[in-house]
Protein backbone atom coordinates (compact mmCIF):
# COMPACT_ATOMS: atom_id res chain seq x y z
CA UNK A 1 0.00 0.00 0.00
CA UNK A 2 2.75 2.44 0.82
CA UNK A 3 4.14 2.02 -2.55
CA UNK A 4 1.58 3.96 -3.76
CA UNK A 5 2.77 7.83 -4.11
CA UNK A 6 -1.17 8.99 -3.23
CA UNK A 7 -0.93 6.70 -0.37
CA UNK A 8 2.19 8.04 1.35
CA UNK A 9 1.49 11.72 0.32
CA UNK A 10 -1.62 11.24 2.13
CA UNK A 11 0.19 9.74 5.10
CA UNK A 12 2.44 12.57 4.75
CA UNK A 13 0.03 15.23 5.39
CA UNK A 14 -1.85 13.80 7.78
CA UNK A 15 1.45 13.41 9.80
CA UNK A 16 1.88 17.36 9.01
CA UNK A 17 -1.52 18.23 10.25
CA UNK A 18 -1.59 16.10 13.60
CA UNK A 19 1.39 18.27 14.42
CA UNK A 20 1.33 21.76 13.03
CA UNK A 21 -2.32 21.94 14.57
CA UNK A 22 -1.63 21.95 18.53
CA UNK A 23 1.75 23.82 17.64
CA UNK A 24 -0.30 26.27 15.45
CA UNK A 25 -2.26 26.96 18.33
CA UNK A 26 0.79 28.35 20.00
CA UNK A 27 1.85 29.95 17.54
CA UNK A 28 -1.12 31.74 17.42
CA UNK A 29 -1.48 32.68 20.50
CA UNK A 30 2.09 34.15 21.47
CA UNK A 31 2.09 36.15 18.55
CA UNK A 32 5.04 34.18 17.00
CA UNK A 33 2.79 33.86 13.36
CA UNK A 34 6.14 35.80 11.51
CA UNK A 35 8.81 33.90 13.64
CA UNK A 36 7.37 31.25 12.18
CA UNK A 37 8.41 32.40 8.84
CA UNK A 38 11.29 33.83 9.61
CA UNK A 39 12.42 29.98 10.78
CA UNK A 40 10.63 28.60 7.40
CA UNK A 41 13.31 31.09 5.50
CA UNK A 42 16.49 30.16 7.05
CA UNK A 43 14.96 26.58 6.29
CA UNK A 44 16.71 27.97 2.67
CA UNK A 45 19.97 28.41 4.03
CA UNK A 46 19.98 25.26 6.24
CA UNK A 47 19.15 23.09 2.87
CA UNK A 48 21.76 24.65 0.58
CA UNK A 49 24.01 24.05 3.84
CA UNK A 50 22.99 20.60 3.86
CA UNK A 51 24.45 21.00 0.23
CA UNK A 52 27.74 22.38 0.60
CA UNK A 53 28.67 20.23 3.77
CA UNK A 54 26.68 17.16 2.59
CA UNK A 55 24.47 17.11 5.98
CA UNK A 56 21.29 15.44 6.35
CA UNK A 57 18.53 17.99 5.07
CA UNK A 58 16.58 17.44 7.96
CA UNK A 59 19.27 18.04 10.39
CA UNK A 60 20.81 20.36 8.51
CA UNK A 61 17.65 22.43 9.01
CA UNK A 62 17.05 22.18 12.39
CA UNK A 63 20.38 23.02 13.22
CA UNK A 64 20.30 26.44 11.07
CA UNK A 65 17.13 27.63 12.44
CA UNK A 66 17.84 26.86 16.03
CA UNK A 67 21.13 29.14 14.73
CA UNK A 68 18.52 31.76 13.65
CA UNK A 69 16.65 31.55 16.71
CA UNK A 70 19.29 32.11 19.14
CA UNK A 71 20.89 35.04 16.71
CA UNK A 72 17.38 36.65 17.17
CA UNK A 73 17.68 36.25 20.89
CA UNK A 74 20.87 37.78 20.79
CA UNK A 75 19.86 40.61 18.45
CA UNK A 76 16.85 41.40 20.90
CA UNK A 77 19.16 42.33 24.01
CA UNK A 78 21.34 44.14 22.04
CA UNK A 79 19.02 46.64 20.09
CA UNK A 80 15.61 48.27 21.08
CA UNK A 81 14.57 47.79 17.41
CA UNK A 82 10.62 45.98 17.46
CA UNK A 83 10.27 41.83 17.38
CA UNK A 84 8.68 42.35 13.43
CA UNK A 85 11.91 44.37 12.51
CA UNK A 86 14.62 42.02 13.63
CA UNK A 87 12.40 39.22 12.15
CA UNK A 88 11.95 40.46 8.66
CA UNK A 89 15.87 41.40 8.50
CA UNK A 90 16.55 37.57 9.20
CA UNK A 91 13.93 36.20 7.34
CA UNK A 92 15.19 37.78 4.05
CA UNK A 93 18.98 37.93 4.66
CA UNK A 94 19.00 34.09 5.52
CA UNK A 95 17.18 33.45 2.71
CA UNK A 96 19.04 35.99 0.45
CA UNK A 97 22.61 34.19 1.70
CA UNK A 98 20.95 30.93 0.94
CA UNK A 99 20.09 31.98 -2.65
CA UNK A 100 23.89 33.35 -2.68
CA UNK A 101 25.24 30.07 -2.13
CA UNK A 102 23.42 27.99 -4.37
CA UNK A 103 24.44 30.55 -6.78
CA UNK A 104 28.27 29.04 -6.43
CA UNK A 105 26.75 25.68 -6.08
CA UNK A 106 27.01 25.63 -10.13
CA UNK A 107 27.90 21.42 -10.05
CA UNK A 108 24.32 20.98 -8.31
CA UNK A 109 21.32 21.02 -9.75
CA UNK A 110 18.98 22.48 -7.59
CA UNK A 111 14.86 22.94 -7.46
CA UNK A 112 14.22 26.33 -5.56
CA UNK A 113 10.61 25.94 -6.36
CA UNK A 114 10.23 22.47 -5.01
CA UNK A 115 11.74 23.80 -1.85
CA UNK A 116 9.84 26.63 -1.81
CA UNK A 117 6.34 24.79 -2.56
CA UNK A 118 7.54 21.35 -1.19
CA UNK A 119 6.50 18.44 -3.08
CA UNK A 120 4.22 16.38 -0.82
CA UNK A 121 3.72 13.82 -3.94
CA UNK A 122 7.49 12.65 -4.02
CA UNK A 123 7.65 11.82 -0.39
CA UNK A 124 9.57 8.35 -0.19
CA UNK A 125 9.04 5.98 2.95
CA UNK A 126 12.23 7.50 4.97
CA UNK A 127 10.58 10.59 4.61
CA UNK A 128 7.50 9.21 6.04
CA UNK A 129 9.26 7.55 9.01
CA UNK A 130 11.05 11.16 9.90
CA UNK A 131 7.59 13.01 9.68
CA UNK A 132 6.02 10.56 11.98
CA UNK A 133 9.07 9.74 13.98
CA UNK A 134 9.60 13.44 14.58
CA UNK A 135 5.93 13.86 14.66
CA UNK A 136 5.18 11.60 17.38
CA UNK A 137 8.24 13.44 19.46
CA UNK A 138 7.37 16.73 18.97
CA UNK A 139 4.04 15.83 20.07
CA UNK A 140 4.90 13.91 23.34
CA UNK A 141 6.96 17.00 24.30
CA UNK A 142 4.35 19.03 23.72
CA UNK A 143 2.13 17.17 26.14
CA UNK A 144 5.01 16.93 28.97
CA UNK A 145 5.42 21.05 28.65
CA UNK A 146 1.94 22.03 28.12
CA UNK A 147 0.99 23.27 31.22
CA UNK A 148 4.19 25.47 32.18
CA UNK A 149 4.14 26.56 28.36
CA UNK A 150 0.65 27.71 28.61
CA UNK A 151 0.88 29.38 31.78
CA UNK A 152 4.04 31.34 30.03
CA UNK A 153 2.32 32.21 27.40
CA UNK A 154 -1.09 34.28 29.08
CA UNK A 155 1.49 35.74 31.25
CA UNK A 156 5.60 35.64 31.93
CA UNK A 157 5.38 37.18 34.97
CA UNK A 158 2.39 35.44 36.90
CA UNK A 159 4.26 31.98 35.31
CA UNK A 160 7.51 33.26 36.77
CA UNK A 161 6.25 34.31 40.28
CA UNK A 162 4.95 30.90 40.41
CA UNK A 163 7.62 28.66 39.97
CA UNK A 164 6.84 27.51 36.14
CA UNK A 165 10.12 28.30 34.50
CA UNK A 166 8.58 30.37 31.23
CA UNK A 167 12.53 31.17 29.97
CA UNK A 168 12.83 27.26 29.46
CA UNK A 169 9.47 26.64 28.41
CA UNK A 170 10.30 29.29 25.97
CA UNK A 171 13.29 28.13 24.74
CA UNK A 172 11.87 24.54 23.97
CA UNK A 173 9.18 25.83 22.35
CA UNK A 174 11.47 27.39 20.10
CA UNK A 175 13.35 24.44 19.61
CA UNK A 176 10.28 22.12 18.70
CA UNK A 177 9.08 25.05 16.03
CA UNK A 178 12.55 24.44 14.73
CA UNK A 179 12.42 20.98 14.51
CA UNK A 180 8.76 20.80 12.56
CA UNK A 181 10.26 23.02 9.98
CA UNK A 182 13.06 20.48 10.00
CA UNK A 183 10.81 17.12 9.42
CA UNK A 184 8.27 19.39 7.05
CA UNK A 185 10.51 21.09 4.58
CA UNK A 186 10.87 18.70 1.92
CA UNK A 187 6.91 17.94 2.19
CA UNK A 188 4.93 21.91 2.33
CA UNK A 189 7.94 23.43 1.45
CA UNK A 190 9.10 26.73 3.12
CA UNK A 191 5.93 29.09 2.21
CA UNK A 192 3.72 26.66 2.86
CA UNK A 193 4.86 24.87 6.69
CA UNK A 194 4.17 28.75 7.61
CA UNK A 195 1.10 28.44 6.23
CA UNK A 196 -0.56 25.04 7.52
CA UNK A 197 0.99 26.46 11.16
CA UNK A 198 -1.61 29.53 11.08
CA UNK A 199 -4.77 28.97 9.08
CA UNK A 200 -6.19 26.00 10.72
CA UNK A 201 -5.40 27.36 14.00
CA UNK A 202 -6.52 30.83 12.90
CA UNK A 203 -10.12 28.97 11.69
CA UNK A 204 -9.72 27.03 15.14
CA UNK A 205 -10.02 30.18 17.35
CA UNK A 206 -13.48 31.17 15.59
CA UNK A 207 -15.16 28.07 16.82
CA UNK A 208 -13.61 27.47 20.36
CA UNK A 209 -14.03 28.69 23.96
CA UNK A 210 -11.01 27.07 25.62
CA UNK A 211 -7.36 25.81 24.64
CA UNK A 212 -7.62 22.33 24.48
CA UNK A 213 -11.01 22.21 21.98
CA UNK A 214 -9.35 25.30 19.81
CA UNK A 215 -5.93 22.26 19.59
CA UNK A 216 -8.37 19.67 18.53
CA UNK A 217 -10.32 22.02 15.97
CA UNK A 218 -7.16 23.15 14.71
CA UNK A 219 -6.11 19.61 14.03
CA UNK A 220 -9.24 18.86 12.90
CA UNK A 221 -8.47 21.46 10.38
CA UNK A 222 -5.58 20.69 9.36
CA UNK A 223 -6.44 17.02 8.50
CA UNK A 224 -9.46 18.47 6.50
CA UNK A 225 -7.02 20.81 4.07
CA UNK A 226 -4.49 17.65 3.82
CA UNK A 227 -7.29 15.64 2.46
CA UNK A 228 -9.32 18.45 0.35
CA UNK A 229 -6.31 19.98 -1.12
CA UNK A 230 -4.88 16.75 -1.96
CA UNK A 231 -7.89 15.12 -3.44
CA UNK A 232 -8.30 18.43 -5.14
CA UNK A 233 -4.94 18.46 -6.53
CA UNK A 234 -5.50 14.94 -8.25
CA UNK A 235 -8.87 15.81 -9.83
CA UNK A 236 -7.73 19.00 -11.35
CA UNK A 237 -4.08 18.23 -11.53
CA UNK A 238 -3.04 21.53 -9.57
CA UNK A 239 0.06 21.81 -7.52
CA UNK A 240 -0.31 19.89 -4.39
CA UNK A 241 1.50 22.12 -1.37
CA UNK A 242 -0.80 25.44 -2.58
CA UNK A 243 -3.89 23.51 -3.04
CA UNK A 244 -3.62 22.37 0.43
CA UNK A 245 -3.22 25.83 1.40
CA UNK A 246 -5.82 26.89 -0.42
CA UNK A 247 -8.02 24.25 0.55
CA UNK A 248 -7.48 25.50 4.20
CA UNK A 249 -8.38 29.30 3.29
CA UNK A 250 -11.74 27.98 2.20
CA UNK A 251 -12.27 26.39 5.10
CA UNK A 252 -11.22 29.14 7.38
CA UNK A 253 -13.85 31.34 5.10
CA UNK A 254 -16.10 28.96 5.85
CA UNK A 255 -15.40 29.21 9.88
CA UNK A 256 -16.14 33.20 9.67
CA UNK A 257 -19.66 32.78 8.82
CA UNK A 258 -19.85 29.98 12.25
CA UNK A 259 -18.18 32.97 14.52
CA UNK A 260 -20.74 35.37 13.04
CA UNK A 261 -23.76 32.86 13.99
CA UNK A 262 -22.50 32.83 17.02
CA UNK A 263 -22.18 36.18 17.94
CA UNK A 264 -25.86 36.58 16.99
CA UNK A 265 -26.69 34.41 19.00
CA UNK A 266 -25.46 35.90 21.96
CA UNK A 267 -27.56 38.89 21.44
CA UNK B 1 5.17 34.29 68.84
CA UNK B 2 8.24 35.03 66.48
CA UNK B 3 9.39 31.62 66.67
CA UNK B 4 5.93 30.47 65.42
CA UNK B 5 5.65 32.85 62.63
CA UNK B 6 8.13 31.34 59.95
CA UNK B 7 9.74 34.21 57.35
CA UNK B 8 8.58 33.51 53.71
CA UNK B 9 9.95 36.30 52.41
CA UNK B 10 13.56 37.86 53.30
CA UNK B 11 14.42 41.10 50.78
CA UNK B 12 17.60 42.41 51.70
CA UNK B 13 19.14 46.23 50.13
CA UNK B 14 17.76 45.24 46.94
CA UNK B 15 17.26 47.58 43.94
CA UNK B 16 16.63 47.82 40.14
CA UNK B 17 18.12 49.72 37.02
CA UNK B 18 17.12 49.86 33.72
CA UNK B 19 19.85 51.70 31.25
CA UNK B 20 21.96 53.02 34.18
CA UNK B 21 18.75 54.80 35.52
CA UNK B 22 17.63 53.58 38.74
CA UNK B 23 14.41 52.43 39.38
CA UNK B 24 14.44 51.73 42.85
CA UNK B 25 16.90 51.17 45.47
CA UNK B 26 17.83 49.98 48.65
CA UNK B 27 14.43 48.08 49.70
CA UNK B 28 14.73 45.88 52.62
CA UNK B 29 11.81 43.97 54.36
CA UNK B 30 10.62 40.38 55.14
CA UNK B 31 6.93 38.75 54.90
CA UNK B 32 6.21 36.05 57.98
CA UNK B 33 3.14 33.94 58.15
CA UNK B 34 0.12 35.68 58.91
CA UNK B 35 1.65 39.25 58.38
CA UNK B 36 0.45 41.61 55.82
CA UNK B 37 3.65 44.33 54.59
CA UNK B 38 1.85 47.44 52.17
CA UNK B 39 3.87 48.79 50.01
CA UNK B 40 2.32 52.73 49.28
CA UNK B 41 4.14 55.44 47.51
CA UNK B 42 2.87 57.58 44.25
CA UNK B 43 2.62 56.17 40.91
CA UNK B 44 6.26 55.19 39.45
CA UNK B 45 7.82 54.82 43.12
CA UNK B 46 8.59 50.98 41.75
CA UNK B 47 6.09 49.19 44.28
CA UNK B 48 5.29 47.00 41.52
CA UNK B 49 9.13 46.10 40.84
CA UNK B 50 9.34 45.60 43.93
CA UNK B 51 7.26 43.53 44.41
CA UNK B 52 8.55 41.74 40.77
CA UNK B 53 12.28 41.74 42.52
CA UNK B 54 10.56 39.93 45.21
CA UNK B 55 9.11 37.43 43.16
CA UNK B 56 12.35 36.80 41.07
CA UNK B 57 10.99 38.16 37.94
CA UNK B 58 13.75 40.01 36.79
CA UNK B 59 16.83 38.86 35.78
CA UNK B 60 19.54 41.24 36.65
CA UNK B 61 19.32 42.97 40.81
CA UNK B 62 21.05 44.50 42.82
CA UNK B 63 20.45 42.92 46.45
CA UNK B 64 19.14 39.40 47.88
CA UNK B 65 15.85 38.25 47.91
CA UNK B 66 15.56 34.94 50.02
CA UNK B 67 12.29 32.96 49.34
CA UNK B 68 11.87 30.09 52.19
CA UNK B 69 8.74 28.80 50.22
CA UNK B 70 7.42 27.76 47.00
CA UNK B 71 3.69 28.28 47.25
CA UNK B 72 3.23 31.25 46.07
CA UNK B 73 -0.28 33.52 44.69
CA UNK B 74 0.39 36.41 42.49
CA UNK B 75 -2.22 39.14 41.25
CA UNK B 76 -0.37 40.94 39.05
CA UNK B 77 -1.45 44.53 38.04
CA UNK B 78 -1.98 43.80 35.11
CA UNK B 79 -2.64 40.91 32.71
CA UNK B 80 -3.71 41.43 29.05
CA UNK B 81 -5.79 38.44 28.05
CA UNK B 82 -5.35 38.24 24.01
CA UNK B 83 -8.23 37.51 21.85
CA UNK B 84 -6.70 35.08 19.89
CA UNK B 85 -6.37 32.75 23.53
CA UNK B 86 -9.81 31.05 23.99
CA UNK B 87 -10.00 30.68 27.92
CA UNK B 88 -12.64 30.40 30.12
CA UNK B 89 -13.01 31.56 33.87
CA UNK B 90 -12.07 27.79 34.99
CA UNK B 91 -9.17 27.15 32.65
CA UNK B 92 -7.76 30.11 33.95
CA UNK B 93 -8.00 28.83 37.57
CA UNK B 94 -5.97 25.86 37.64
CA UNK B 95 -2.97 27.55 34.98
CA UNK B 96 -0.02 27.14 37.77
CA UNK B 97 -1.88 24.31 40.14
CA UNK B 98 -3.87 21.44 39.34
CA UNK B 99 -7.33 21.69 41.36
CA UNK B 100 -10.54 19.73 41.66
CA UNK B 101 -14.14 21.13 40.93
CA UNK B 102 -14.57 21.52 44.72
CA UNK B 103 -11.98 23.32 44.84
CA UNK B 104 -12.31 26.09 42.04
CA UNK B 105 -15.95 26.74 43.23
CA UNK B 106 -15.15 27.25 46.86
CA UNK B 107 -12.01 29.81 45.57
CA UNK B 108 -14.45 31.67 43.24
CA UNK B 109 -16.92 31.68 45.58
CA UNK B 110 -15.20 33.43 48.11
CA UNK B 111 -14.59 36.17 46.14
CA UNK B 112 -18.20 36.22 44.45
CA UNK B 113 -17.72 34.90 41.32
CA UNK B 114 -18.82 31.67 41.01
CA UNK B 115 -21.74 32.39 38.16
CA UNK B 116 -18.40 33.26 35.99
CA UNK B 117 -17.29 29.74 36.09
CA UNK B 118 -17.84 28.85 32.42
CA UNK B 119 -17.97 32.51 31.05
CA UNK B 120 -14.82 33.48 28.76
CA UNK B 121 -12.00 35.23 30.57
CA UNK B 122 -12.32 38.36 27.53
CA UNK B 123 -15.70 38.57 28.59
CA UNK B 124 -15.24 39.71 31.86
CA UNK B 125 -15.48 43.35 33.34
CA UNK B 126 -12.13 45.05 35.12
CA UNK B 127 -13.87 44.06 38.43
CA UNK B 128 -15.11 40.89 37.64
CA UNK B 129 -11.44 39.83 36.47
CA UNK B 130 -10.19 40.95 39.40
CA UNK B 131 -12.23 39.19 41.31
CA UNK B 132 -10.80 36.04 39.30
CA UNK B 133 -7.51 36.61 40.03
CA UNK B 134 -7.97 37.21 43.39
CA UNK B 135 -9.86 33.51 43.15
CA UNK B 136 -6.72 32.05 41.33
CA UNK B 137 -4.13 33.23 43.94
CA UNK B 138 -6.23 32.03 46.61
CA UNK B 139 -7.12 28.54 45.39
CA UNK B 140 -3.75 27.21 45.42
CA UNK B 141 -3.54 27.73 49.33
CA UNK B 142 -0.49 29.64 48.75
CA UNK B 143 1.97 30.20 51.61
CA UNK B 144 2.98 33.94 50.27
CA UNK B 145 0.46 36.06 48.45
CA UNK B 146 1.91 38.76 46.37
CA UNK B 147 -0.95 41.07 45.39
CA UNK B 148 -0.88 43.89 43.38
CA UNK B 149 -3.36 46.39 43.55
CA UNK B 150 -6.01 43.86 44.13
CA UNK B 151 -9.12 45.20 44.06
CA UNK B 152 -8.73 48.28 41.17
CA UNK B 153 -11.66 48.50 39.51
CA UNK B 154 -13.80 46.39 42.26
CA UNK B 155 -17.09 48.11 43.24
CA UNK B 156 -16.99 49.96 46.40
CA UNK B 157 -18.79 47.48 48.39
CA UNK B 158 -16.57 44.78 46.75
CA UNK B 159 -13.63 46.26 47.38
CA UNK B 160 -14.68 46.20 51.13
CA UNK B 161 -15.48 42.89 51.52
CA UNK B 162 -12.30 41.84 49.12
CA UNK B 163 -10.24 43.65 51.83
CA UNK B 164 -11.84 41.89 54.68
CA UNK B 165 -11.10 38.60 53.03
CA UNK B 166 -7.65 39.30 52.39
CA UNK B 167 -7.22 39.73 55.98
CA UNK B 168 -9.26 36.30 56.97
CA UNK B 169 -7.09 34.35 54.53
CA UNK B 170 -3.53 35.70 56.30
CA UNK B 171 -5.44 34.85 59.73
CA UNK B 172 -6.86 31.64 58.69
CA UNK B 173 -4.67 30.20 56.44
CA UNK B 174 -1.33 31.64 57.91
CA UNK B 175 -0.48 32.99 54.69
CA UNK B 176 1.77 35.84 54.79
CA UNK B 177 1.05 39.14 52.20
CA UNK B 178 2.75 41.48 50.30
CA UNK B 179 0.35 44.26 49.45
CA UNK B 180 0.34 47.19 46.92
CA UNK B 181 -2.68 49.44 47.58
CA UNK B 182 -3.36 52.87 47.11
CA UNK B 183 -6.31 52.80 49.43
CA UNK B 184 -4.12 54.57 52.53
CA UNK B 185 -7.66 54.06 54.69
CA UNK B 186 -6.91 49.89 54.32
CA UNK B 187 -3.55 50.11 54.50
CA UNK B 188 -3.55 51.73 57.60
CA UNK B 189 -6.26 49.78 59.55
CA UNK B 190 -5.24 46.65 58.17
CA UNK B 191 -1.79 46.11 57.37
CA UNK B 192 0.94 45.36 59.94
CA UNK B 193 4.00 46.75 58.39
CA UNK B 194 4.17 49.87 55.87
CA UNK B 195 6.83 50.80 53.44
CA UNK B 196 6.65 53.92 52.06
CA UNK B 197 8.44 53.95 48.71
CA UNK B 198 9.80 56.98 46.20
CA UNK B 199 12.88 54.85 44.43
CA UNK B 200 13.69 54.22 47.76
CA UNK B 201 12.06 53.44 51.15
CA UNK B 202 11.60 56.74 52.64
CA UNK B 203 10.03 55.56 55.58
CA UNK B 204 8.87 52.52 56.68
CA UNK B 205 7.51 50.56 59.72
CA UNK B 206 3.84 50.37 61.63
CA UNK B 207 1.01 52.05 60.66
CA UNK B 208 1.13 54.41 63.50
CA UNK B 209 4.69 54.61 63.19
CA UNK B 210 4.69 55.72 59.72
CA UNK B 211 1.98 58.13 59.61
CA UNK B 212 3.42 60.12 61.84
CA UNK B 213 6.97 59.82 59.93
CA UNK B 214 7.27 63.86 57.95
CA UNK B 215 8.71 61.91 55.41
CA UNK B 216 5.14 60.31 55.10
CA UNK B 217 3.62 63.67 55.22
CA UNK B 218 5.32 65.14 52.48
CA UNK B 219 4.46 62.41 50.31
CA UNK B 220 0.99 62.16 50.80
CA UNK B 221 -0.43 65.42 52.47
CA UNK B 222 -1.17 66.28 55.71
CA UNK B 223 -5.05 64.88 55.31
CA UNK B 224 -2.97 61.46 54.60
CA UNK B 225 -2.22 61.78 58.36
CA UNK B 226 -5.57 61.97 59.56
CA UNK B 227 -6.51 59.05 58.27
CA UNK B 228 -5.21 56.32 61.02
CA UNK B 229 -7.19 58.35 64.10
CA UNK B 230 -10.57 58.12 61.25
CA UNK B 231 -10.11 54.32 61.54
CA UNK B 232 -8.48 53.19 65.07
CA UNK B 233 -12.20 52.70 66.10
CA UNK B 234 -11.93 49.35 63.64
CA UNK B 235 -8.80 47.68 65.35
CA UNK B 236 -8.95 44.76 67.36
CA UNK B 237 -5.72 44.82 67.93
CA UNK B 238 -2.64 46.93 68.66
CA UNK B 239 1.03 46.90 67.69
CA UNK B 240 3.91 46.83 69.58
CA UNK B 241 6.99 48.83 68.69
CA UNK B 242 8.55 45.74 66.57
CA UNK B 243 5.28 45.32 64.80
CA UNK B 244 4.16 42.32 66.42
CA UNK B 245 0.20 41.97 67.11
CA UNK B 246 -1.45 42.16 70.76
CA UNK B 247 -4.82 41.22 70.34
CA UNK B 248 -6.99 43.60 72.97
Known sequence: MLDDF???????????????????????????SFFAGTLAHSALLGVTMALVFELNIALSVFLTSAVIAIFLLQLQSKTNLPNDALLGLLAHSSLAIGLVIIGFLTTIRFDVMGLLFGDILAVSQSDLLLIWGGGVFILIILKIIWKPLFASTINYDLAKAEGMKPDRYNAIFTILMAAIIAVSIKIVGLLLITGMLIIPAA?????SNNPIQMAFLSTIGGLLSILIGLFS????????????????????LISLIKTKKFSELKK | MENKNKVLLKVENVGISINDKSLVKGVSFEVKQGEIVTLIGPNGSGKSTTAKIALGIYKKIDGKVKTYTNKIGYVPQKILIDWTLPIRVSDFMTLTEELTQDQINIALNLTGVEHLKDKSLSNLSGGEFQRVLIARAISKQPELLVLDE??????FKGEIALYELIKKISEKMKCGILLISHDLHVVMSATDYVLCLNGHVCCSGT???VVKDSKYKELFGDRASNILSLYEHKHDHTHSQDGTIDQK
Open chain 1, 6 to 32: FIRALLAGIGIALITGPIGCFVIWRRL
Open chain 2, 207 to 209: PHH
Open chain 1, 233 to 252: SLEFNTASGPSIITAALLLF
Open chain 1, 203 to 207: LARNM
Open chain 2, 150 to 155: PVQGVD
